[in-house]
């Protein structure tokens, strides 16, 4: 039944991903040497995207688990349940990764509570074995598993910051918009939009990247620039496209929505 | 109505004021002609505006006959709050010239036919054009359209369009091509990067400035280059920005001066702006000059950089400078705007000075904080060369950047190495913003920033920015203005009080001592009743999920199913955590009425209340307020909101002391203000009063009420809880209005204070 689970989880076709430096090589060196990864950049910027494509790179199955403030321990490694009448053990995510020898990919680890972050140092280090209290086992992870997290520095308050003792077991990379070349070229293949409107997309992104001091905690995402493209592509027009995919997923603050709805009206 | 009864009317308003005579007599003379409803209308305003300016009241009773001749009755009162407005934002004249003429100032706003005022739209035009530069570009009114390279100038108004938007879309192009003149050096162009650029020094005038005066008229040749870099601006703009420039199109007909008709023909330069701005052809006397330009300047057409108008402008200006006897300047296109070379050297000045102090300051920090450089050892070292600046190679400390100079990588990342001692020190990331920043303006960072740095460092200089404990009250910001809300105009009084938060001194008194061991036994119950409020992490059992099994939960469960029952499947425990996520703010009153055992019973409670929350861990803060009329409210810090409950608070609320009035809107406003800017799930604001919100001037009855119910209802609006503790003997029917039903509570004997507001406060963040 594991297998069936696992078999889900692996990527047969090749995720489209645009390198921005030389991240591959280097995350494909981090794997070979058993070391895990610690991913930071903005929101929609292509952290996913780029373990998606890792992870096919190197063949193995992708296990997500996105934290959140309730994620516990047992969630990550897994429990006992009752099954007619019996207690039957199933694996968390991070176990059956361990386990294949998977990788497992931790997305925004910040949201997840300390005392949760915690059970990864073991993983995380050249023991490379996770512990599992309740049955008294302890795994050790083999050579093809890999472990990954990734956390947004943009908007973490100072009470949501990785403890040194976790940061200091990751290679690091470092993620941001690629340069508007890369992007446009990007949204240009995943929107499906022709190579002027891309450029012109991006150009709008930038545009409101810079209203950050401005009352706009993040300027609009790769993804969303895509998001405004595929709706284009539907036939809707270019203005109320970028109004519901830019815009208004961006802020509530109505005077920042009219100031993005005049860029959209100079840019195209 | 007769003059007399106007008269005796007024006063009655205006009772307990005395105005003289003659002033109400003159006043209310234009009024006698009109009928007793007009004059009802108008008598109806005056107890809105007399407390506001008594010369404004009479002003008004001046202009209100006439105002009646064009404006309806019922629409007096909106006309009256305008003028208010007026008033408190501009003063007494503007408020004059607003009354002066009721059609142009307020009927034509109000059927929407005027043009559109920079106020309106700067909420939109503001974040548009920092998306636009991406950095911090500021935007002001001013009587013309100029950039400073700092702050874009707009005009105040537009009125050019009949419909808002299209004046709207002007706002916006006026600001687009003033900050592409910006983005693109338009004014602050120099020579070639490669040469010359070191012996610029901030001070010295812009390069420009001085090509433009090797000119035998520097304003021609100035009106040359604008005109040459407004088109290839255009040309620009069309790339970038092709919806904004499309839309430009369809209005241009407007936007551009009709050509000059009857006045002869027309100049050369406006000749050739409609030449480069490819409108129709310049119709001049001299064709062959126009020839000679028109391939000039279709060799601008291709025109990349500021460098090549510089050029073009050498090559016209031979041409263009004996068409005419004498220079008449042209006037600029609206968007165009003016080239003020002198504000752009002003504004790069101050700009300069602010890098450099920020640079040497945040330098000199970084030298003072390195490890085992700090204090003595360095000292000698940075005391010789601060007699010796000139010579920065003798010196221990230098910064090199790496890879500045070439143009390829002029916008790359720019390394910042600094050295002490010939060892490599990082920097830190705002140091090296700072000097990029620096190196974009000069060219090159000078050495004698370095130089100052580790003068200012060897002084032990650290930036002192706390003040002096200067005995007594000590004034801790800068005065903060609050509107306060009229209920007889149904709107604010703009900025009507000034807030002045204050420091209490610190006294030495063995108060909180003493409560402390009157109060022993109910401290220790009070401990042990809040600790119970902690419970911060507590397992639930028989929950459907959960981190393990509830044991008894499966026995029973098996059980039942043995027996033929349906067993539960809530078998599993699950450990809960509820976080108290809580931030309290207790404002008290220090009037004069809290005098004696009130104000010695609200310093008891706190001293009662602080004991049980720090067994709790909220978080919370202490203010008192007071103060005498609406320019000087006091609002005392006690205990801010991160503040540990240490020595220095328990001091201070042991010298909360009775001081004037109760004017309870601003402090609450200021409370909500400070309120708001903590992020908690739970906000409350609680008021320790003992009575009527009321000062000395006309703050007090229903006045009073309703603004200290409107600060209170601004406060729910901001999601922030508030709730008031009031000490009296009896109930008042006001209450009930002024804080909401169930937002107060009423303590009728002050003894029982200390022993009831831990208690409620335990109730109200259950």
Redesign the interface.
């Known amino acids: 039944m594991d297998n069936m689970r696992l078999e889900e989880h692996r990527i047969e076709q090749e995720p489209y991903y645009l390198p921005q430096g030389q991240e591959v090589a280097l995350a494909e060196a981090a794997y070979n040497s058993g070391l895990p990864l610690l991913l930071k950049g903005p929101t929609g910027c292509g952290k996913t995207r780029f373990m998606q494509y890792l992870a096919w790179k190197l063949g193995r199955p992708l296990i997500t688990v996105s934290c959140h403030d309730d994620l516990?321990?047992?969630d990550l490694v897994g429990?006992?349940l009752?099954k007619g009448?019996e207690?039957v053990w199933t694996d968390g995510p991070l176990t059956l990764a361990v386990r294949a020898g998977a990788v497992c990919y931790l997305d925004e680890i910040v949201e997840a509570r300390k005392d949760t972050t915690v059970v990864i140092h073991p993983l995380a280090d050249d023991r490379r074995e996770l512990p599992i209290e309740?049955r008294g086992e302890l795994l050790l992870a083999p050579p093809q598993f890999m472990l990954a997290v990734s956390y947004n520095p943009g908007y973490q308050?100072v009470l949501k910051d990785l403890k040194p003792s976790t940061r200091q077991r990751f290679v690091a990379l470092s993620f941001a918009y690629p340069d508007p070349e890369r992007e446009a070229e990007i949204v240009a293949r995943e929107g499906g939009v022709t190579g002027d409107l891309a450029r012109s997309l991006v150009?709008l992104g930038?545009?409101?990247?810079?209203?950050k001091?401005?009352?706009?905690p993040e300027g609009a995402s790769t993804r969303l620039l895509i998001q405004a493209g595929k709706l284009m592509g539907r036939g809707i027009d270019v203005r109320p496209a970028c109004h519901h995919a830019i815009a208004e997923p961006l802020t509530d603050d109505p005077?920042?929505l009219?100031?993005?709805d005049?860029?959209?009206?100079?840019?195209? | 109505m007769d003059a007399d009864l106007l008269k005796e009317t007024f006063l009655s308003l205006v009772a307990p004021d005395l105005p003289n005579d003659w002033d109400v007599e003159e006043a209310v003379e234009n009024m006698a002609g009109l009928d007793e409803h007009r004059c009802h209308s108008i008598m109806n305003q005056v107890p809105v505006i007399w407390p506001v300016s008594h010369s404004l009241c009479f002003d008004y009773l001046k202009a209100a006959a006439g105002a009646l001749a064009c404006i309806e009755p019922a629409a007096l009162p909106i006309w009256v709050n305008r003028t208010l407005d007026q008033y408190e934002k501009n003063g007494l004249r503007s408020a004059r010239r607003f009354m002066a003429d009721v059609e142009k100032n307020f009927l034509c706003p109000l059927r929407g036919e005027s043009g559109l005022r920079f106020a309106e739209a700067a909420g939109r035009l503001l974040p548009y054009l920092r998306g636009l530069s991406g950095r911090k570009l500021e935007l002001a009114a001013a009587p013309a359209v100029y950039t400073d390279t700092v702050t874009i100038f707009v005009p105040p108004e537009i009125t050019l369009f009949q419909e808002e938007a299209d004046n709207f879309f002007l706002y916006k192009l006026i600001i687009t091509y003033q900050w592409a003149f910006i983005v693109q050096s338009t004014l602050t162009v120099s020579p070639s990067p490669e040469n010359g650029k070191c012996g610029e020094r901030a001070g010295d005038e812009l390069w420009l400035q001085g090509f433009l005066r090797s000119f035998s008229c520097p304003e021609l040749a100035q009106d040359l280059y604008h005109l040459l870099e407004t088109a290839r601006i255009t040309r620009y703009l069309e790339e970038e920005l092709p919806g904004l420039m499309r839309h430009k199109r369809e209005l241009a007909a407007l936007l551009e001066p009709v050509p000059r008709s009857g006045a002869g023909k027309p100049s050369i330069l406006a000749a050739l702006r409609d030449l480069l701005l490819q409108r129709e052809e310049g119709i001049t006397s001299s064709p062959d000059l126009m020839q000679s330009c028109r391939s000039i300047v279709s060799g601008c057409r291709s025109a990349r950089s500021a460098h090549d108008s510089i050029r073009a402008t050498m090559a016209l200006y031979p041409l263009v400078q004996d068409v005419e006897p004498e220079y008449i300047p042209l006037e600029p296109l609206l968007y165009q705007g003016g080239l003020r070379l002198d504000a752009v050297r002003v504004a790069r000045q101050a700009l300069l000075a602010e890098l450099e102090e920020r640079f040497v300051d945040v330098l000199a920090t970084r030298l003072l904080n390195l490890p085992g450089q700090s204090g003595r050892p360095a000292e000698p070292m940075f005391r010789r060369e601060e007699q010796d600046a000139s010579s920065p190679p003798e010196s221990g400390i230098a910064l090199i950047v790496a890879g500045g100079r070439d143009q390829a990588t002029e916008t790359a990342a720019r390394t910042l190495l600094l050295t002490v001692n010939n060892k490599e020190i990082e920097v830190g990331e705002e140091l090296n913003n700072l000097a990029s920043d620096i190196i974009s303006e000069l060219g090159y960072l000078p050495a004698q920033y370095v130089t100052s740095a580790a003068g200012r460092a060897g002084r032990g200089y650290a930036p002192l920015r706390g003040t002096d404990e200067a005995g007594g009250m000590e004034e801790l910001t800068a005065p903060v203005t609050y509107d306060e809300w009229d209920y007889r105009r149904a709107d604010f009084r703009k900025n009507w009080v000034s807030l002045q938060e204050k420091d209490l001194p610190l006294l030495h008194s063995s108060f909180v001592q003493e409560t402390l061991s009157r109060y022993h036994g109910q401290i220790v119950r009070l401990h042990r009743q809040f600790e119970m409020l902690r419970q911060a992490e507590r397992f639930v059992r028989r929950q459907k999920e959960g981190e393990d099994i509830d044991l008894d939960a499966v026995v029973e469960s098996l059980a039942d199913s043995r027996a033929g029952l349906a067993g539960s499947d809530r078998l599993f425990v699950r450990l809960q955590r509820d976080r108290r996520d809580i931030a309290v703010l207790f404002l008290i009153d220090m009037s004069n009425s809290t005098q004696g055992w009130v104000g010695l019973t609200i310093k008891e409670s706190l001293v009662l209340l602080c004991e049980a929350l720090a067994v709790v861990g909220d978080r919370y803060g202490i203010y008192g307020f007071s103060g005498m009329r609406r320019l000087r409210s006091e609002f005392f810090h006690i205990k801010g909101l991160g503040e540990p409950y240490d020595d220095a608070v328990r001091q201070r609320i042991g010298s909360i002391a009775p001081r004037e009035y109760t004017r309870m809107g601003p402090a609450l406003r200021h409370a909500t203000a400070l309120l708001r800017r903590v992020e908690a799930r739970t906000r409350l604001l609680i008021t320790l009063s003992d009575g009527k919100p009321e000062d000395y001037d006309d703050y007090k009855g229903e006045y009073a009420i309703e603004d200290t119910r409107h600060a209170l209802l601004e406060a729910r609006a901001a999601s922030i809880h508030p709730f008031c503790i009031t000490i009296d003997r009896q109930a008042h029917d006001y209450m009930d209005h002024m804080y909401g039903a169930k937002n107060y509570i009423m303590i009728d004997d002050v003894r029982k204070l200390p022993r009831r507001m831990p208690e409620l406060y335990r109730a109200l963040t259950r």
């Open positions: 516990s321990t047992s429990r006992y009752i009448g207690a309740k308050s150009k930038t545009m409101t990247r810079g209203l001091d401005s009352g706009l005077e920042l009219q100031a993005i005049e860029m959209v009206s100079s840019v195209f």
